[in-house]
C-alpha cells in the first residue's frame, strides 16, 4: 500500500478550506449573520447627563443578543431628529472596530458621547429621539432622546457628538 505525501493532504485540506467563505457576506457585501436590532434587548443606561450648555454627556447603550449566534461588526449607525431636523452622529475620532461574536445571552455595549447645546439656539439640535441600527442590518429602533438640545460642531460640520465602538460586556 502506498502512503499519500502528507504535502498533497495539506494541500487539499487548504483548498477545502478556502472554498468556505467564512466572511459572512452576500454578493452585497452584508452579512448573513449579522445581529439585526430585532434580535436584541437594547438598553439605554444611567447616563452622564451634561447638565447645561457647553458640557459633556455620555449615554451608555447596551445590547443582550436574544436570538442565534450574531456578529456586530463595524460601528452602530446613530441618528439623533428633533423638530424637522435629523443629524448622524458620526464615530469617535480614533475609535477602533472590533468583530465581537454574540451567543445567545451575550451583551455589547456602546456610548454615545455629546455636547449640550443652548436651548434654543439657532446651531443646536433639539433632539427628541435616537434611532440605532447595527451593522449589516437596515432595521433600526427609535428611541426617546431625554438629554436636551446637542450643540453644534464649531465648524457647523454635525453635532457636537459621537459614537464609540462595540465592548463585549462580561466574560
Known amino acids: 500500500m502506498r502512503a499519500i505525501p502528507l504535502t498533497v493532504t495539506a494541500l487539499a485540506a487548504a483548498v477545502l478550506l478556502t472554498a468556505c467563505n467564512d466572511s459572512g457576506g452576500d454578493k452585497n457585501g452584508k452579512s448573513g449573520s449579522a445581529c439585526d436590532i430585532g434580535g436584541v434587548s437594547v438598553q439605554i443606561g444611567s447616563a452622564s447627563v ?12 447596551s445590547l443582550t443578543n436574544q436570538s442565534a449566534p450574531c456578529t456586530l461588526e463595524h460601528f452602530p449607525a446613530v441618528v439623533l431628529s428633533g423638530d424637522g431636523s435629523k443629524a448622524t452622529v ?23 458621547s ?6 434654543g439656539a439657532g446651531n443646536a439640535l433639539a433632539a427628541k429621539t435616537v434611532t440605532i441600527a447595527l451593522p449589516g442590518s437596515d432595521n433600526n429602533r427609535s428611541f426617546p432622546w431625554t438629554y436636551g438640545p446637542v450643540a453644534a460642531k464649531a465648524d457647523g460640520s454635525g453635532p457636537d457628538a459621537s459614537v464609540s465602538a462595540f465592548q463585549q460586556v462580561g466574560d
Open 114 to 119: 455629546y455636547v449640550r447645546g443652548k436651548d
Open 50 to 61: 451634561a447638565p447645561a450648555a457647553g458640557d459633556t454627556g455620555e449615554i451608555p447603550v
Open 90 to 112: 458620526p464615530v469617535l475620532k480614533g475609535a477602533k472596530a472590533q468583530k465581537l461574536k454574540l451567543a445567545k445571552g451575550d451583551s455589547a455595549s456602546f456610548s454615545i
